[in-house]
């Protein structure tokens, strides 16, 4: 099993940037492809980004794509989401999840953490 902690959300004014974590518990973190969702009050959860187990391949929403960067480090148990020239439209409640192999669909994914509110105001 995955226990995942997310971190790093906050308020941010539009323009700005902010870096999310994901801590993973568990000996299986190198074992798993990361994701990254959001969910926006009165919408469906929707992908943002994903990275594969080593790092070596990533995907993103074209909504974020040349904003949003994706990336791990297996030897801290940790994958991060930078964020940057944030949008109002960027607002949501960001999770992180664990699955066998990178995909862009929620149901691919075992294990999710609780989330973390990420706010642009314009």
């Known amino acids: 099993q995955v226990q995942l902690a997310e971190s790093g959300g906050g308020l941010v004014q539009a323009g700005g940037s902010l870096r999310l974590s994901c801590a993973a518990s568990?000996?299986?973190?190198?074992?798993?492809?990361m994701g990254w969702f959001r969910q926006a009050p009165g919408k469906d959860r929707e992908f943002v980004a994903a990275?594969?187990?080593?790092?070596?391949?990533?995907s993103y929403a074209d909504s974020v794509k040349g904003r949003f960067t994706v990336a791990r480090d297996n030897a801290k148990n940790t994958a991060y989401l930078q964020m940057n020239s944030l949008k109002p439209e960027d607002t949501a409640v960001y999770y992180c999840a664990a699955g066998r192999l990178l995909g862009t669909a929620a149901v691919q994914y075992d294990y999710w953490g609780q989330g973390t509110q990420v706010t642009v105001s314009s």
């Open positions: 990275i594969s187990r080593g790092g070596g391949a990533t």
């Open positions: 568990g000996r299986t973190f190198s074992n798993s492809a």
